[in-house]
């Protein structure tokens, strides 16, 4: 299973970025995706889900400003009224028959 993630940045305080994550692995097989984040210096930590059947799940932080969203085999994160604690890179994950699988990352950066 492959995931390629992409949508990074850099951005000023208040703007907007779309990240994406398309998924290699056939599409019966595809359960909750979401999308994680490690700030430097910090552990990774949960930003967003989705589920199979379109229900989500948000941090806190991102509240009111992330929406996630999926299609077919990919899995989106629009991402508004950024701010610099946002800085982070931002991996996308799937469940595969109980099986967690990572994208690489994509780097994002808001100035301030």
């Known amino acids: 299973v492959q995931l390629q993630a992409s949508g990074g940045g850099l951005v000023h305080t208040g703007g907007s970025l779309r990240l994406s994550c398309t998924c290699s692995a056939s599409v019966v097989s595809i359960g909750d995706m979401g999308w994680y984040r490690q700030a430097p210096g910090q552990p990774r930590e949960f930003v967003a889900r989705i589920r199979t059947d379109g229900t989500t799940d948000y941090a806190d932080s991102v509240k009111g400003r992330f929406t996630i969203s999926r299609d077919i085999s990919a899995v989106y994160l629009q991402m508004n009224s950024l701010s610099p604690e946002d800085t982070a890179v931002y991996y996308c994950?799937?469940?595969?028959?109980?099986?967690?699988?990572w994208g690489q990352g994509t780097l994002v950066t808001v100035s301030s």
């Open positions: 994950y799937t469940i595969i028959h109980l099986l967690t699988n």
